[in-house]
């Protein structure tokens, strides 16, 4: 079979975790994505929007790792965690996603900015790439050659 490639962009969204969840995640325990609010409604807006995490035979594909967002806060800024003036460490996920480099500018915007309405940061980390190329194939023959060695 031959590898198909698809051209998509990339979203990553730094978001910012309880303790708790982060470590229970670093334990390997999944059920923590169903018991953090913030975490909940990150994946209640992937499942809302078709665009997001779809290969084909796979919906709201997503990838996560754990690490920690560092911020100081200067004069005018309204931190959810921190105070100005002081370094914050704040544990976080970081939540990947893919959608079609083909979708429309206008739908992109509404994606971006449905996640911005639920990011408990004033300034959420959001990155946005250009089209990179994602297999988007399975390779059912060699899986079948390295099973039959």
């Not at 100081?72 to 921190?82: F, H, I, S, V, Y």
């Not at 911005?116 to 790439?129: F, K, N």
């Amino acid at each position: 079979m031959k590898i198909e490639m698809k051209s998509l962009r990339k979203l990553r969204v730094h978001w910012p975790i309880a303790v708790e969840s982060f470590s229970r995640l670093a334990k390997g325990d999944a059920d923590a994505f169903k018991d953090d609010s913030g975490l909940v409604a990150l994946l209640q807006a992937v499942s809302e929007s078709p665009a997001l995490g779809d290969f084909g035979n796979y919906r709201h594909v997503f990838e996560s790792g754990l690490g920690f967002e560092g911020f100081t806060c200067t004069e005018g800024a309204n931190p959810t965690l921190g105070q100005v003036g002081q370094r914050t460490i704040s544990p976080t996920l970081v939540f990947t996603t893919y959608f079609d480099a083909a979708l429309d500018d206008a739908a992109v915007e509404g994606i971006l900015q449905c996640i911005v309405d639920i990011h408990p940061w004033e300034v959420p980390v959001i990155e946005l790439t250009g089209p990179i190329s994602v297999s988007n194939t399975a390779l059912p023959a060699v899986f079948e050659s390295e099973a039959a060695s």
